[in-house]
């Protein structure tokens, strides 16, 4: 399969990375996340690359078993907590071009102090969420 070039807006197309390092541009629809499972055998192996804005914290928290995330400040300003053994860590970002990395196995969730707009790089084989 030829990678198409695009352009493409990260808003309405998220970027999937295959195995062999191959991109492939996906439409958000309201069954993004179940549709990446069954296009992309379960996701084992592939990295979502999405960008996401908010300004309220995050109603979950969330886990990647399969690899670390990284976030990528593009705008604003956000605490993010990690659960760790020694109780929650919080790191913030409030400069653009700076990036958190989410170690594999470690819940976490955001809680902006401004709006944000950030990009993820996600592993997202057997993610999970629960509520905050």
């Known amino acids: ?62 886990i990647h078993p399969h690899g670390d995330e990284v976030v990528y400040l593009l705008e604003g300003d956000t605490d993010f907590v990690l659960e760790t053994d020694e109780g929650e860590k919080t790191v913030r970002v409030s400069k653009p071009g700076e990036y958190v990395v989410v170690p594999r196995g470690t819940w976490h969730t955001a809680r902006p102090r401004k709006p944000t707009s950030l990009l993820f790089v996600t592993p997202g084989e057997g993610t999970r969420n629960r509520d905050v």
């Open 1 to 62: 399969m030829t990678t198409q070039a695009g352009p493409f807006d990260i808003g309405t197309t998220r970027l999937v990375i295959n195995r062999d390092s191959e991109a492939t541009p996906v439409a958000v629809t309201d069954t993004f996340f179940e549709d990446l499972d069954t296009q992309f055998e379960g996701f084992a192996g592939y990295v979502l690359i999405s960008r996401f804005e908010f300004d309220a914290d995050w109603p979950t928290w969330e």
